[in-house]
């Protein structure tokens, strides 16, 4: 009997902590973490939304809306198929980038097709508080108790990216009929864009394990999380066209038997991997003044270990300047979903209905963290004179390149279209401020324009109308 009571009073102790705001300590600020939603049946995607609110799925099926300011939940929709096996249920959500004329909602979830579970991708309409009008936009994909990914994440031409988990079926990643274990590129009508890096192929990379974390970082590149067998959790650069090396390859090419398939593949190396692994899960990417410790860093949720984790960057962002720094170790259990607001603020959702961690009286939770000491001025808010400058942007005849005078010339510039191939090159000499690169002849779409330099690269984007 005295078990039990004690039990009792530890979980109404950790009940009434959970709810309590919690500091950490990151470099010289000060970050408070507090609840803003509890009662949870295990979030899973969280995307700020144009209405300055937080959208959310849960894996049972709902879809809603949460108010950051009051922590009020306004359900939208639950959606009727969702089949809730193992890891399986709702998953990924994207709004789409033009909300305001395009009110559309796309989630990927795991149903129940002749006994068969299977994941697909929907589109929802968004008008008068409510979800409508769904449509089927990728539907059949083969799916299992786990291994079923998945994120969604908008590319800047409008592309919409899905990952995919293998399935349970190793054979399926390196296998270009299937969709599982990939990173898919579709667009809005579901359809497979005309430059995809596969003609007449959703592919956009392959070779992936189960891949949750899916993130398109303002500094123009894309990350991914993704969980690992009994090693090598990775986090990936993801680059269009590229094999990310599942099942041969774990983690890095570094085992005799791995780098001839390698080489073959041309597989992409991760930015990190974990051994032991951590059940890492969603991705966000962070870099506002409000924390500035976290100026161009990844932000990643651990399941397993129930840790945040920050990754820094490289300037570039194509790999790290230091090992990840613990951030949350343990204090809330398994963290899945991430987001990060406009004003710096970042969410966090537990995960520990899931049915694999213990259960709390607050489970699920949002959790807010911010730095309350924070307060925008015009020289915070101000954004830096960027090295690397293109005018107009959108453009339509051509585009001007610009340096500042601190990056040393010459040098060779490249222009790439979204899925990564080479369009145009030039060259930047010695005093000469700036290049004008003619785009008369490109589609229209975003592209990337890589300076390389002789001990970085820079990279920016810009649109043709």
């Known amino acids: 009997m005295k078990s039990i009571v004690l039990v009792s009073l530890l979980w109404i102790w950790a009940g009434v902590c ?51 300011a009051t922590g009020e939940v306004v359900a939208l929709l639950t959606v009727p198929d969702v089949a809730e096996v193992g890891e ?29 579970t299977r994941e697909k991708l929907v589109r929802y309409t968004y008008a008068a508080g409510a979800l409508s009008a769904p449509v089927n936009l990728l539907l ?23 990952s995919t988990g293998d399935g349970s079926n190793q054979s399926t990643p390196q296998d270009p009929a299937s969709l599982n274990g990939k990173i898919l590129r579709l667009a809005l009508d579901g359809s497979i864009p005309a430059d995809n890096p596969q003609p007449g192929k959703y592919l956009y990379t392959l070779g992936h394990r189960n891949p949750q974390g899916l993130v398109l970082a303002s500094n123009g590149r894309l990350y991914s999380s993704e969980h690992g067998p009994d090693s090598d959790d990775e986090v990936n650069l993801i680059e269009a066209g590229r094999n990310y090396g599942w099942p041969t390859v774990k983690g890095f090419c570094n085992e005799a038997a791995e780098k001839p398939f390698c080489t073959e593949k041309n597989v992409k190396e ?21 924390i500035p410790e976290w100026n161009n860093s990844l932000l990643l949720n651990s399941l397993k270990a129930g840790q945040l984790l920050q990754l820094p960057l490289q300037a570039d962002g194509n790999s790290l300047k230091s090992a990840p720094v613990l951030v949350i170790n343990n204090l809330f259990g398994r963290l899945r979903a991430i987001c990060v607001a406009p004003d ?35 020289s915070t808010a101000a954004v830096a004179p960027s090295v690397l400058a293109v005018w107009p942007n959108p453009a ?3 585009v001007e390149l610009r340096l500042s005078a601190s990056f040393p010339v010459p040098v060779d510039v490249t222009v790439h279209d979204a899925v990564g191939r080479q369009v ?31 001990q970085q690269e820079l990279r920016t984007r810009f649109t043709i109308k």
Do not use: C
């Not at 060259?427 to 002789?454: D, E, F, K």
């Open 396 to 398: 339509s005849n051509r």
């Open 270 to 290: 991760p930015l990190f991997a974990w051994t032991p692994t951590l059940a890492v899960s969603a991705l966000a990417y962070y870099n506002h003044p409000a």
């Open 344 to 378: 710096g603020r970042v969410f966090i959702g537990t995960s520990n209905r899931d049915g694999r961690g213990s259960v709390g009286p607050n489970d699920d939770q949002i959790l807010m963290l911010q730095n309350k000491a924070y307060l925008p001025t015009a």
């Open 140 to 162: 059949g994909i083969p799916a299992a108790s786990s291994h079923s990914g998945s994120h969604l994440a908008f590319l800047p031409d409008g592309t919409l990216l899905m």
């Open 18 to 68: 959970a709810a309590q705001p919690t500091t950490l300590q990151v470099g010289n600020t000060t970050v408070t973490v507090t609840q803003l939603v509890n009662k949870l049946d295990t979030p899973w995607q969280l995307v700020w939304g144009p209405d300055s609110f937080l959208w959310m799925t849960e894996r049972p099926g709902r879809i809603s809306r949460i108010n950051p």
């Open 88 to 116: 399986g249920g709702l998953l990924g959500m994207a709004l789409h980038p033009d909300f305001t004329n395009s009110p559309y909602v796309y989630v990927v979830y795991t149903y129940t097709a002749s006994g068969q």
């Open 424 to 454: 145009s090159t030039a060259t930047l000499a010695p005093r000469q401020a700036y290049i004008a690169l003619p785009v008369r002849t490109l589609r229209s779409g975003w592209y990337t324009v890589r300076v390389h330099g002789p």
